[in-house]
């Protein structure tokens, strides 16, 4: 249990995370830590993953990182990623295959698809995100502290992106596959985790985007997982399961505070809240 000072505290550092990344820096201007944070990023993608894995236009693994950063989690086709990036798909596959592999840029795949026509990008830090979107969407973010007028837009898309970065860690950590997304009637279910019929789905109820979390956690249906055997089309025939659903949330409802409790029991189905703070804290 934490009081009010504590959980404002937490809440706030969940916030800094989402502005700086987590990095160390040895200077206090913010324009010098841009400027380095940036090009470290660049020289990343143009000299290290694009000679590692022989890429003979690297200035495409930049502009596909500056997509997701302008998209940041929205669904996307992959004939509009070939048409702006000009390559084929099998190019924009490998692409991203490099840009997975060096943690700069993850896909999230539809956990209903067994054959991928659509995919959402995430770059893995929150930085890359603030120095690769347009100023006038990211105004206010580009400095380390926080301002007096909140950019809510852009900080919910920057608590989309950390949020999946975290997703990944946990998928690792209990072994999931992957981490997919699903839409519902009412909404997105933005991260699935999956490993042997065992479904986790995590919905972000983000401001000020806050509105049909219970909603789209009961309409979750897990049986419309379809995940083909490695290496092959065949189906695996797994029970899907998924008794817990959870929604990450920067302000927990009514309800929550009053009962002193993260879960609400909705008929067979428990809807599990996460402060989006503690979220960030499970390994």
Same mark, same amino acid.
């Given at each position: ?135 006038? =969407?990211?105004?206010? &973010? ?12 852009? !900080? ?23 981490? =997919? ?23 972000? &109820? ?7 979390? !219970? ?42 505070? =009053?009962? !002193? ?23």
């Amino acid at each position: 249990m934490f009081d009010a000072d504590d959980r404002n505290n937490l809440h706030d550092a969940a916030r800094t995370y989402l502005r700086t990344g987590g990095t160390l820096h040895q200077t206090d201007d913010p324009s010098i830590r841009n400027d380095l944070s940036k090009s470290h990023f660049l020289l990343f993608l143009y000299k290290e993953l694009a000679k590692h894995r022989s890429i003979q236009q690297p200035g495409n693994l930049h502009r596909l990182s500056s997509i997701a950063a302008t998209n940041a989690g929205e669904e996307l086709q992959y004939t509009d990623l070939s048409d702006q990036i000009g390559v084929d798909r099998r190019t924009v596959d490998n692409y991203l295959d490099v840009l997975d592999e060096g943690i700069a840029v993850t896909e999230s795949h539809d956990y209903t698809l067994r054959r991928y026509r659509r995919t959402r990008l995430y770059l893995r830090n929150p930085r890359h995100l603030v120095l690769l979107s347009q100023r006038q =969407e990211h105004h206010g &973010s580009e400095a380390y502290e926080q301002q007096d007028t909140l950019n809510h837009e852009f !900080e919910y898309k920057l608590a989309r992106t950390v949020a999946f970065d975290h997703a990944k860690r946990l998928a690792f950590n209990v072994g999931a596959y992957d981490v =997919e997304y699903t839409e519902t009637e009412s909404g997105l279910v933005d991260y699935i985790l999956h490993r042997n019929g065992h479904v986790l789905p995590f919905i972000l &109820s983000y401001h000020p985007h806050t509105g049909n979390a !219970e909603t789209i956690a009961e309409e979750f249906t897990p049986e419309s997982g379809q995940h083909t055997e490695s290496d092959s089309e065949e189906l695996q025939e797994f029970d899907y399961q998924a008794p817990y659903r959870f929604v990450i949330t920067d302000s927990l409802p009514k309800e929550a505070k =009053e009962d !002193e409790s993260l879960i609400i029991e909705k008929d067979e189905t428990s809807i599990c809240y996460l402060p989006f703070w503690l979220f960030l804290l499970i390994c």
